[in-house]
């Protein structure tokens, strides 16, 4: 499989280390942390899953069956990878308070946990997380000491905020899909591939307007007419020669941001606009189907700072643990970490 977003441009250079990620399914833990609590009665029941090899959407489906509902009536706060071991919350529409059987379920599905159930008086709906914690093994590095020494650096300065692969598609179908649809113009009541091909659409063009400040030399460094967002609000840079506003980027206090494109004209001005406006002009297709859905402009920030990062080395294997806000990608810091070398998996 191609890696789609090789072109993309690396914070500290491309990896020397070569190493294995998801080797197994243990190698790669994700625990959902939705950052609120449950009620406690209500006509949906939690269910929270433990799951190893499958993915989100397969196991709602299943789960619907057992609860003898339609598979609308589950939700969840946010997909998970199929290819590792995750735990995540479920919620199922059964407003009578009943509680099914779930033995041949299990039974049926060994791969399948039921780690803990409660009652709520909402459904769970996608993005009603605030992160997840993440323990994560590089399997077969070539170079540990240098993995090792990237860490350091990563823990100072964070890496690319990039949308991961999994954002779009398969060989990146879902951006090649969405260039389609902007082209010629579709229109379609199927709400999930609608948001789908936007969302890899908006996506991608993120992706190359942070790849683009690295090569420009920008990543830390304000520019003039840059977006900074500040606690609750964005804020407007002036000039470039504020030491107090450099200060408070280096501190943390201020962070960079970059487009999520909108219908709307950029709001960034002067140095930033001349960086950004041309990532939306080599991208006439999926700019196309942003404005044809009336989408708004949106800002992101442009590095990841994973939170709680750890490490421990044994052998030729590197564990990370780290935490990530809803919406940031564990592959994005593997990334600046290891050139991957492909898994043939054992499991389907």
């Known amino acids: 499989?191609?890696?789609?977003?090789?072109?993309?441009a690396y914070l500290n250079g491309k990896p020397t280390a070569q190493g294995k990620l998801k080797l197994k399914p243990e190698h790669f833990q994700v625990n959902?942390?939705?950052?609120?609590?449950?009620?406690?009665?209500?006509?949906?029941l939690m269910v929270r899953i433990r799951k190893t090899g499958e993915n989100t959407a397969f196991v709602a489906n299943e789960l619907a069956k057992a609860c003898g509902v339609k598979s609308k009536d589950v939700s969840w706060a946010g997909l998970k990878d199929r290819h590792a071991v995750t735990e995540q919350w479920l919620s199922v529409h059964l407003p009578k308070g009943e509680m099914p059987d779930f033995s041949a379920f299990l039974a049926q599905y060994p791969s399948i946990e039921i780690v803990a159930t409660d009652r709520h008086n909402k459904k769970l709906r996608p993005g009603d997380l605030i992160g997840n914690e993440f323990v994560v093994t590089l399997s077969e590095v070539t170079d540990v000491p240098e993995v090792v020494s990237r860490l350091e650096k990563i823990i100072q300065t964070g890496v690319p905020n990039y949308f991961g692969s999994q954002r779009f598609g398969h060989d990146g179908n879902n951006v090649d899909e969405a260039r389609r649809w902007g082209r010629d113009n579709v229109r379609t009541r199927n709400q999930n591939k609608?948001?789908?091909?936007?969302?890899?659409?908006?996506s991608w063009i993120f992706n190359a307007i942070v790849s683009s400040r690295?090569?420009?030399?920008a990543f830390e460094q304000v520019l003039e007419g840059d977006l900074l967002q500040a606690s609750n609000e964005l804020l407007l840079v002036d000039s470039v020669d504020s030491a107090e506003v450099n200060e408070k980027v280096k501190a943390g206090d201020y962070l960079i941001t970059a487009a999520m494109a909108g219908d709307n004209a950029l709001p960034t001005q002067a140095q930033a606009l001349l960086l950004e406006q041309p990532q939306l002009d080599a991208e006439p297709d999926l700019m196309a189907l942003i404005r044809g859905n009336r989408m708004r402009h949106d800002r992101r920030e442009i590095a990841l700072k994973a939170q709680d990062l750890s490490w421990q080395v044994n052998g030729d294997e590197v564990t990370l643990r780290f935490a990530l806000d809803s919406g940031c990608f564990a592959t994005s810091i593997v990334r600046e970490l290891i050139e991957e070398i492909e898994v043939e998996r054992s499991y389907s």
Request: charged fraction near 20%; proline fraction near 0%; hydrophobic fraction near 35%.
């Open 214 to 217: 690295i090569e420009q030399g």
């Open 194 to 202: 609608r948001s789908l091909y936007l969302s890899a659409a908006r």
């Open 32 to 44: 959902e942390n939705l950052g609120f609590g449950f009620t406690g009665e209500g006509e949906h």
């Open 1 to 8: 499989m191609s890696d789609i977003l090789s072109s993309l």
